[in-house]
């Protein structure tokens, strides 16, 4: 493990089948990691279509692996090769196990997925951990409903996984608000591997290009959607509504993402064209930039989006999708129930007066930061400590679970 070396080196996986919540997550820890320490360097492994298009820190480089899919059987396929999907997993499993192998990290950080997607990180794991090299599982705050991910889990032979490969695992958010792991019945030695970080704060990058509006003014009503692949319902709503009520009063920015449809995507910018207060685009990179000049924001309850609302300070609207996961619908009652943000339920009916209702109540809404949840944001500073803890060996046994829970003043405000 880098015997001698005077610099250290982070690996971070990430599966990345569909959408952008796992890139920008493992992108942001990337970022701090290298900006807390100047002989750190950081490659991660995506399987994301359009890493290409977002920018990097020096020290942080990205090797990309052949993308897939995962259609609604539940099945995946290869996203652009016409190649048999095992022979896909394949390729991608040894290029994982290949270049971990060459840039031999001294800490291996897993997005999620304990064995990667399809199993495809076990080989790389065997040898890190023959290798003595930590290895911690990062986990988002909320994984899904348990009587969905329990069977999922058993199926994937997690816990013999966590048991055998890893040091540690990371939630990147507060117990108070969700325990990941919750109602699934995991043994006690698994909890006690489990740090809860707080939420990974967001800030406006300092550079690359500021989207400047042709048609609407700032402040705005923020509509972002993710990468868009299931966002379709939530723009036609919106776009609906200042349809029916060319009165309301704030103007929207849309963002469809990279992952819409074409077709929805055309239909969406032709609509938007049409109204004086709606100005829609595909996609941003600087999300954040988007985020802190708005008013108020429209969006799923994604991790990632989430975490950008708690740390601009934003009044949000939450609108969670509830298949093939419930993890947004979890994120975003337990964020009403404190009071952080409100959310809107889409039972298929959407009715435009329903939306624009909404739309004129969010920017007379309490801020988030009208509800102190001590070390809610300490996520970037906490994930730097536990990373250097392993980076110097400070510690090589499991720590107590006593010292697992942080507790800290609210961070990023």
Known sequence: MGQGRQSKRVLIYSHDSFGLGHL?????IAHSLVGAESNLSVLILSGSPIIGSFDFRSRVDFVRIPGVIKLRNGEYTSLNLHIDIEQTLAIRASIVEHTANIFDPDLFIVDKEPLG?????????AMMQARGTPCV???RDVMDDPVLLKPEWKRKNVLPALSAYYDAIWVYGLPQICNPLAGMGVPDWVHDRMTYTGYLNRHVPET???FAPEKIVDPYLLVTVGGGGDGEAIIDWVLSAYEADPDLPDPALLVLGPFMGAQFQAEFMQRAARLDKVEAITFDAHIESLMARAKGVVCMG???????????????LLIPRTVPRREQYIRASRAQELGLVRMLVDEGVRDPRVMAQALRRLPTQPLPSSVIVPGLLDGRKNVVELSQNWLHERHRAFPARASLTVAAGRGGK
């Open 208 to 210: 690359g290009p500021l």
């Open 24 to 28: 920008r997550r493992c992108r942001e």
């Open 137 to 139: 599982l990062g986990l």
């Open 302 to 316: 994604g991790y990632n989006t989430f975490c950008e609302v708690l740390s601009f300070d934003k009044r949000a």
């Open 117 to 125: 997607l399809r199993g495809e990180v076990r080989r790389t794991l």
